[in-house]
């Protein structure tokens, strides 16, 4: 059984911080890519970071490069999402995923588990 939980976000001001966590469980580590999405109300899930477990390789959306970092503590098998410098376009219930079987890192269709989604709103 594989389970993600996530925490961390919250109500922030425009140019603040967040940091994102989402612990893993269950993971056989067969599969290094995670990554983190995001969904804004009416809009489509859309990629924002992802990570290579083993490398560790990194990847962000255009749209949070500078501003995002993603990392990974192995000891804790947990994943960070670092935010700074937040935006109110940044506002939206953001997503672990793990598991990952694709070929592209962005794709969420790539990942076969996900967390329930932790809450980010940024005020202007």
Sequence with gaps: QVQ????GGGLV???GSLRLSCAASGLTFSRYTMGWFRQAPGKEREFVAAI??????TYYADSVKGR????RDNAKVTVY???NSLKPEDTA???CAA??????YALGDSYRNW???????VSS
Excluded: C, H, K
Excluded at 4 to 7: A, F, I, K
Excluded at 52 to 57: A, Y
């Design 115 to 121: 967390g329930q989604g932790t809450q980010v709103t």
């Design 13 to 15: 001001q425009a140019g």
């Design 52 to 57: 290579n477990w083993r490398d560790p390789s």
């Design 4 to 7: 993600l939980v996530e925490s």
């Design 68 to 71: 995002f970092t993603i990392s």
């Design 99 to 104: 598991n990952f079987f694709g070929s592209t």
């Design 93 to 95: 219930v953001y997503y």
């Design 81 to 83: 999402l670092q935010m």
